[in-house]
Nanobody
Framework: VQLQASGGGLVPAGGSLRLSCAASGRSFRSYMMNWFRQAPGKEREFVAAVRWSDGSTFYADSVRGRFTISRDNAKSTVYLQMNSLKPEDTAVYYC?????????????????WGQGTQVTVSS
């Protein structure tokens, strides 16, 4: 499985961004697709996930109601729509693929990672 993340940038607090993660490889649709983030000096933390097979979604409490994860089967792409952004959302965001039964995985349970994309929210 190969993952390519994009869409980061600099936005003011209250703004919006949409991240994309393009997936390829023979079996990526059998995985849970996740977004994680890592702020300087902190561990990589789970943000949101969507299961390719049925579209089930999962969110960290810190982003529920502000972020929306979705998948586009035709484009083999997972999106993270981020609204009402806060300065504490500033981090490098990573997409990752994990086993479909791993709800709210920790980073060590992710099998494949894409490269990170920087999101900076100014106050």
């Amino acid at each position: 499985v190969q993952l390519q993340a994009s869409g980061g940038g600099l936005v003011p607090a209250g703004g919006s961004l949409r991240l994309s993660c393009a997936a390829s490889g023979r079996s990526f649709r059998s995985y849970m697709m996740n977004w994680f983030r890592q702020a300087p000096g902190k561990e990589r933390e789970f943000v949101a996930a969507v299961r390719w097979s049925d579209g089930s979604t999962f969110y960290a409490d810190s982003v529920r109601g502000r972020f929306t994860i979705s998948r586009d089967n035709a484009k083999s792409t997972v999106y993270l729509q981020m609204n009402s952004l806060k300065p504490e959302d500033t981090a490098v965001y990573y997409c990752g693929a994990s086993q479909p039964n791993h709800y709210y995985p920790t980073a060590d349970l992710v099998d494949y990672w894409g490269q990170g994309t920087q999101v900076t929210v100014s106050s």
